[in-house]
């Protein structure tokens, strides 16, 4: 069964300093791997995702993530945040079937709190 | 304007009372799913759906049924609802074939609250 942990519930920052959220994940089979973020009192956005290939993926807003077969993780990272990008994000798995395909069942982690202060 | 809609947004209730919490789509997506989220547990996955007449269990359904009838709607229903029901939920929805490159698209959410 997929499971995905973030390590860290809470990561305070400075504006235009870099910063990295931690992602875990454990499945018995090839997964599709996801990171999604939460403005407040909003729906979630797809920041980007990893299907196979390249390890380093570019999301949207300056966010990338690399993904590690070996360690299994998939965290997420920004050279120089901004104000804007304070936000809860979530890192998600889908396991592979055996088409290729996903069968629908996306599982979420915990959530990471970004807070960048001025 | 391609989105997920649900409906109510907000809903407050008492123990015991059946509710139905709709939700539709209007692009076409095979897959539906609905999640539940509460703080410090992210979002976790209900039910979900792969077709019409083709549904199954997340990692909570305890307490939920699900009937995807029609492919653009995916109601959640709670027979009896009880105080630990309390959550925001989302519904979502994503090609079957497009799950992997694009995620599933979120409605607004519905917060509910049980007393």
């Known amino acids: 069964a997929q499971s995905v942990t973030q390590l860290d519930s809470q990561v305070p920052v400075f504006e235009e300093a870099p910063v990295e959220l931690r992602c875990n994940y454990s499945s018995s089979v090839s997964v599709y791997l996801f990171w999604y973020v939460q403005y407040p009192n909003q729906g979630l956005q797809l920041l980007l995702k990893y299907l196979s290939g390249s390890t380093l993926v570019k999301g949207i807003n300056g966010f990338e993530a690399e993904f590690n077969k070996s360690q299994t993780s998939f965290h997420l990272r920004k050279p120089s945040v901004h104000i804007s990008d304070t936000a809860e994000y979530f890192c998600?798995?889908?396991?592979?079937?055996?088409?290729?395909?996903?069968?629908?069942?996306?599982?979420f982690g915990q959530g990471t709190i970004l807070t960048v202060h001025p | 304007e391609a989105q997920v809609t649900q409906n109510p947004r907000y809903l407050i209730t008492v123990t015991g009372k059946k509710l139905t919490v709709t939700c539709s789509q209007n692009?076409?997506?095979?897959?539906m799913s609905w999640y539940r989220q509460d703080p410090g547990l992210g979002l976790r996955q209900i039910y979900y759906s792969m077709n019409v007449e083709v549904t199954d269990k997340g990692d909570v359904p305890e307490g939920y049924k699900v009937s995807r009838k029609e492919k653009r709607n995916f109601p959640l229903i709670l027979e009896s609802p009880s105080p630990n029901q309390t959550s925001l939920y989302f519904c979502?929805?994503?090609?079957?074939?497009?799950?992997?490159?694009?995620?599933?698209?979120f409605g607004s959410g519905t917060r509910l609250t049980v007393v």
């Open positions: 979502a929805s994503s090609l079957g074939q497009g799950l992997k490159y694009y995620g599933y698209t």
């Open positions: 692009m076409n997506h095979e897959y």
């Open positions: 998600a798995v889908s396991d592979q079937n055996a088409g290729g395909t996903s069968y629908g069942k996306l599982t």
